[in-house]
């Protein structure tokens, strides 16, 4: 049976874990790739990338790019994903009311994620979700995942130790950032990474949808913060 722990950070990642965006962001680089007439890579590969910095991205994807492919991927990608691409990309169904009952159950929440500031905002002011969180991070902030420094920046902003914070997301950079920071991660199947890979990285618990999410912090082996004795 696994310790008892009390959380009073909450840190999610977004793609893949609070929005579903990551047809959208796949069919970006794709038609960042045909604009630019790359080589094209497999899907799993593009989904694999998902959670980097766009920089890191494409140097995985493309490690012989230089600086001005670099540039001209980062524009086409932009370009797109913040233009009229047509794929949706809505909030996973019961996002805004986890988000609403784990802050009335005393949690603060944050967000780490590889999108860039600009989007990440663009993102917060269209969900109205902006108020839900003390602190967000991007990949123009710190070093990319699975690097520490984007975690250890949220809780550090807030003033929250390792033991007491909680990284959720969907890619297995999300889990070995988490353990790379010292925290627990939670998985949940929703995104970039299936079960089976994510386990192989020893979350705390996989989830399959984040509605699950409040029940198992108060129920699941975790006390929410205003239980703690």
């Given at each position: 049976?696994?310790?008892?722990?009390?959380?009073?950070?909450?840190?999610?990642?977004?793609?893949?874990?609070?929005?579903?965006?990551?047809g959208r962001i796949v069919h970006c680089l794709q038609g960042a790739i045909h604009a630019l007439g790359l080589e094209e890579r497999p899907r799993q590969a593009l989904k694999d990338v998902i959670g980097l910095g766009l920089q890191d991205a494409i140097l995985q994807l493309y490690p012989e790019a230089d600086e001005a492919l670099c540039e001209a991927f980062t524009h086409a990608y932009r370009e797109r994903y913040l233009g009229d691409d047509p794929t949706p990309s809505p909030?996973?169904?019961?996002?805004?009311?986890?988000?609403?009952?784990?802050?009335?159950?005393?949690?603060?929440?944050?967000?780490?994620?590889?999108?860039?500031?600009?989007?990440?905002?663009?993102?917060l002011t269209s969900t109205g979700l902006g108020s839900r969180f003390l602190v967000t991070r991007c990949a123009e902030e710190a070093f990319s995942k699975p690097h520490p420094a984007l975690l250890q920046a949220v809780m550090d902003y807030a003033g929250v130790p390792p033991e007491e914070t909680l990284m959720i997301g969907d890619s297995?950079?999300?889990?070995?950032?988490?353990?790379?920071?010292?925290?627990?991660?939670v998985g949940v199947t929703t995104g970039v990474h299936d079960a089976g890979w994510l386990a192989s990285h020893a979350p705390r618990i996989l989830l399959d949808d984040l509605r699950q999410l409040p029940h198992w912090l108060a129920t699941g082996g975790v006390r929410a913060p205003s239980d703690a004795s």
């Open positions: 049976m696994k310790q008892i722990r009390n959380y009073q950070l909450l840190v999610f990642d977004w793609d893949g874990t609070l929005m579903d965006s990551i909030l996973f169904p019961g996002v805004p009311q986890v988000l609403a009952d784990l802050e009335a159950a005393g949690y603060w929440l944050g967000v780490a994620t590889g999108m860039s500031r600009k989007g990440l905002d663009r993102k297995v950079l999300d889990l070995q950032m988490a353990a790379n920071a010292g925290t627990d991660g």
